[in-house]
């Protein structure tokens, strides 16, 4: 277990490479050759991404009993948390295809074999953390302007929440408050993941240098996070199938993204 290294590289140091200043047709760009990348061989995905609905009508169903319906948007807003880290297999088609390499989703399956896999997962383990956190902030929230009753329907629930003073408090400072959720993670892991898959620098470097970047580039990472956002909006309906095409679109784009924001 000598390699076994999460916080700094194989070198045990802490090394931060220099974050470069990019615009923010830079970032345009840089998800315009995340749809090329989805473009050249799309049946990879067919594989990898059709989870991504799967998953979100699961969420649908379970979330539709009384019980569980308070956390049926602080679910599926989930994946703006949890993105990042699902989209591990996508950076490394593109670091692939960008180094002239064969790609195939058995490419993206194989991350699991990279020497930075501790600390891949150590900075998963704190997105599914501040997603859980989330969850609990949701659900506190709810319990604090509509009591602890569960709705007795979906319909019920659908007209407490737009048709009451307490439930439009809710809608707004539950957006605010995943809002600031969503933008701690857009800052501390922007470019993390794929700096990792091609550099196994260590979490703490990683999550630095996603710092770093988005101080040096306040316009065209919050322009980033616009585009996620909407995007994944839009891929959430209807019931989650368009995720299917969105989330490999964001994964391409963003290594090309890293790659315009740290420096060779």
Not at 210 to 224: H, K, T
Not at 232 to 260: C, D, E, N, Q
Request: aromatic share 10%.
């Amino acid at each position: 277990m000598s390699d076994f290294h999460v916080v700094a590289g194989t070198d045990k140091t802490l090394s931060l490479p220099a974050v470069r200043k990019i615009t923010t047709s830079d970032v345009i760009d840089a998800l315009g050759r995340g749809l090329d990348d989805f473009w050249q061989k799309p049946s990879h995905y067919a594989f990898l991404c059709l989870i991504y609905p799967l998953v979100g009508v699961v969420l649908i169903y379970w979330a539709s009993g009384a019980n569980a319906l308070p956390l049926l948007f602080p679910l599926a807003s989930g994946f703006a948390l949890l993105g990042p880290f699902a989209a591990i297999g996508l950076y490394e088609i593109s670091r692939r295809r960008e180094a002239g390499l064969e790609t195939s989703w058995r490419h993206a399956l194989a991350v699991r074999k990279s020497p930075a896999i501790p600390a891949i997962l150590a900075v998963g383990a704190m997105l599914f953390a501040i997603f859980l956190t989330w969850l609990l902030v949701a659900q506190g929230l709810y319990v604090r302007l509509l009591g602890p009753e569960p709705p007795t329907s979906i319909t019920q629930f659908f007209q407490t929440l737009f048709t009451t003073e307490a439930g439009l408090v809710l809608l707004v400072l539950g957006n605010a408050i995943g809002f600031i959720f969503a933008l701690i993670v857009l800052i501390t892991t922007a470019i993390a993941f794929p700096m990792l898959l091609d550099r196994d620098c260590g979490a703490v470097a990683a999550i630095v240098t996603s710092v770093r970047a988005a101080s040096a580039n306040p316009l065209p990472i919050a322009l980033w996070g616009v585009l996620v956002a909407g995007a994944l909006i839009l891929g959430s309906l209807p019931f989650f199938a368009g995720l299917a095409v969105v989330m490999p679109i964001l994964g391409h784009a963003t290594w090309h993204l890293y790659r315009k924001l740290v420096a060779e």
